[in-house]
Each structure stands twice: as C-alpha cells, then as structure tokens.
C-alpha cells in the first residue's frame, strides 16, 4: 500500500535533518540528558556485539514504560533469547541497569532519523519487536517492517488528548498503525482508539502495570530508617512534578499541627531536581535532608528528600501513605499500582487521566482516595493517621485490586505466540 504524502514528509524532512543530530546531542549532552560515553548509540552505533541465537527487540520510552516491559523481559530471557531493551532517558538507563535479567541488554534508543534506525537494525537483527504503550516513532516503525521482523505493542495505551491529536492527521497514523501485528491494549477505551486510529489487529490484554514485579528494597536500609523514624507519622509524596513539592511542604506543615513529629518523604519524578527541591523547601523554613547527599534522618527532620533512582520500594515501604505526584499539577497522574502492590494507602489529586482505570478500580475499591484541592491534602492525612483501623483497611484493599486484576503478562503471551519465537516456551 502506498504511503501517505505527509509520511512520505515527514522520512525526508527526518533524513535531511540527519546532520542536525550533532547539534541537538551536544545540546542534550550540556543539559545532562545524555550520557557521553554512550552518546554514539543514538546515532545506531555500538560498541557490543550482537549475541548469538534469537533477540527480541523491545522499546519504551522512558522508566514508566521500561516497567512495563521487565515482565516481558523476563520471560524471554528465559528461553536463552536475548532481550534488548531501549529507551531514551538516564533514568530509565540507571533503572534497568539494576534490574535487567541475565541475557538482557540495554541501549539508548536511535534518533527517529531513517540513516540512524537502519544502522541500529544493521547491527542487531532483531527476530521481533516490541514497544510499549504508546511510542510511535515513524521511521522506527517502517524501518522494522521493511527488514521483516514481526512488531507488535505492549499494554497499548492511546489517550484521549494523543487521540484527538492523531486524529488530525488520520492518514498518517493509519499508516503506521497497519504496520503492527498485533496491538494488546490496556483497557477497553485504549482498544476502541487504537481500532479507530487504524490498527487491524487489536486485543485488550489488560493493563501490565498490575502484573510489574514488587519493587525491591535494601531490607538492612529499611530496618535502619525504620529504627530511626520509630513512632511518627510517615508518608510520601512520590514521582512529584515542580509545584507538588510546595503543595506537599503546605500538607506538612497542617500535618504538623495535629502530629509534631510528622516526618515527609519526597521523591520528585526527576531525582536530578533533588538539590533544587531542598532549596524550595529549606526557604519555607523546613528541616530537610538529602538522600543523594547521605544525610541521615534526625528526630528534627522533617522533610527528608528522596532524589535517588529505583530506591521507591524502600520509602513506600518506610511511609505507608502515599501522594502519588503529576496529579495536582502536570496532569495525567503517575503510576499508582507500585505502591498499592505493596499495600500503601493512596491518596491522589484529580488529574489522573493517564492512568483513569486504575485509579478508578482503586478509589472503587477503596484503597485510593481522591483529594479534590492542594490544600485538602494536609487534612486527608491528617484523617487517615488519626484513624489506624481506616489506614490499615485502606492499604488492604490497595494491596487486593492489584492482585485480582493481575494476569495480563499471561494474556499478552499467549496472544505473542505466533509473532515471537520464544513464547512457546516463555508461558
């Protein structure tokens, strides 16, 4: 079939932009964005081999995403086929970086140039592809259809907003999306889009949040912040975008009135924001400490800055309420499905569009509630912590939405099985 004039576009104007990858890495490279030593693997180069037998490529874009592939990764890497895993962000390179199974490989995804992604599938002949939720990069997606190899997404996701917005251009994205062989969607409504969006194979696995592994913590760190912080009031404002960290300083502050010895964790969605956070939060007047820095918590801390990567499953385990950030301000939400698999209650504001059914199962269910205003949110913890047998209710029913919507790895497998060569064997 013959592609759109606007596709056809969009690969030139990208081809003829090639030499500006120079420039725009350079200017990455001075913002921290990216890492010199590897900066050549977004230009398709590399310094490792290809390892032999069959690899399956899988693609998202930043931690979120990465997440939701660990699962696949997993079961792939099982078999004895590698898994190459890409994405775009240091974050998500540091996080895979201690998480990554045995026969797993990280690279920072190439630039959507068409020079730089056939140079990358040059090198690695991928047997299979898949991406997660919603990264649709044109050239990256031609260029794995015309060498051959099966593509498919993971945990499909299409909000309304990216919608409307494809929406404009319905040629372009038919194009792209008839280039899948399969798309698992998340949810019903993710489903509906994609089908409308052009995608001619669509199934609803669920949503694979529900199925990510527990996050991990180092149990002598625990036991030690727990000695240390025994006997207050603990709770978290986690993945928060600039403007949360003063809403959570205001919670803190009318938290305090009621529990003195109130301690406030936050763990801002972009650690490197950690020095810049205690500074905001240090002119409010706050005791604070620095986790990237190695302070200890005192008995007059009262903020305590978690600016680490993949260090979450310790302080959710250390608070046991959790504000989960992008949700006052940002919008769209975060992820809330890590904290409630380990039992935390949840409380979250009203932007939480990007994850709208997991919210929705949880403040069902019980195990989230939604706090309509910035200011309501010192008083929401104030209720819970005034009331132990709710807090304790609130955390199970958390902890038991997450277990029964969990499945959706099994379901995404088995739908695979023809596209991959190791799903037989990876069930």
């Not at 996080?95 to 490989?105: D, E, I, T, V, W």
């Not at 008839?178 to 994609?194: K, V, Y």
């Amino acid at each position: 079939m013959t592609a759109p004039l606007s596709l056809i576009a969009y690969r030139t104007a990208s081809f003829l932009a090639t030499p500006l990858a120079g420039p725009i890495l350079a200017m990455r490279l001075r913002r921290g964005k990216e890492d010199p030593r590897r900066i050549g693997e977004r230009r398709g180069l590399t310094r490792l081999a290809r390892p032999p037998g069959p690899l399956v490529w899988l693609h998202g874009a930043s931690v979120g995403e990465a997440a939701v592939l660990l699962p696949f990764v997993e079961r792939i890497t099982r078999t004895g086929a590698t898994a190459l895993v890409t994405t775009g962000t240091l974050t998500s390179a540091a996080l895979l970086a201690q998480r990554l199974p045995p026969g797993a490989l990280h690279q920072y995804a190439p630039l959507d140039s068409p020079l730089f992604v056939r140079r990358f599938l040059s090198h690695w002949r991928p047997d299979a592809a898949l991406v997660a939720e919603s990264e649709l990069w044109p050239n990256m997606i031609v260029e794995l259809k015309r060498s051959g190899s099966p593509l498919a997404m993971v945990n499909g996701r299409i909000s309304e907003r990216s919608y409307r917005r494809w929406m404009k251009a319905p040629r372009f994205i038919a194009a792209l999306m008839r280039d899948f062989d399969l798309c698992l969607a998340r949810s019903e409504s993710d489903g509906a889009r994609l089908v409308a969006l052009g995608a001619p194979r669509v199934l609803v696995a669920g949503d694979i949040k529900f199925d990510a592994p527990t996050l991990p913590a180092d149990r002598r760190q625990l036991a030690e912040f727990a000695g240390l912080t025994s006997g207050r009031q603990i709770w978290i404002a986690a993945s928060t975008h600039e403007g949360e960290e003063m809403i959570a300083a205001a919670a803190h502050r009318r938290l305090r009135q009621v529990f003195p010895d109130a301690l406030t964790l936050i763990a801002p969605r972009h650690p490197d924001r950690g020095e810049a956070v205690l500074r905001q939060l240090e002119a409010q007047g706050l005791v604070c400490a620095l986790r990237s820095r190695g302070d200890a918590i005192g008995p007059g801390t009262a903020v305590y800055v978690c600016d680490t990567i993949g260090e979450l499953g310790l302080f959710y385990r250390l608070a046991g309420v959790v504000f989960v950030g992008k949700s006052f301000v940002g919008g769209g939400g975060q992820n809330p499905i890590e904290p409630a698999r380990l039992a935390c209650a949840i409380l979250h504001g009203p932007m939480v569009a990007n994850f709208a059914e997991a919210y929705a199962a949880l403040d069902d269910a019980g195990g989230a509630l939604a706090v309509a205003r910035p200011g309501d949110l010192g008083d929401a913890l104030i209720a819970l912590f005034v009331n132990a047998a709710r807090l304790r209710a609130m955390a199970r029913a958390a902890g038991d939405t997450v277990e029964r919507r969990a499945g959706a790895v099994d379901r995404s497998m088995r739908a695979l099985k023809a596209l991959l060569p190791v799903a037989e064997a990876a069930r």
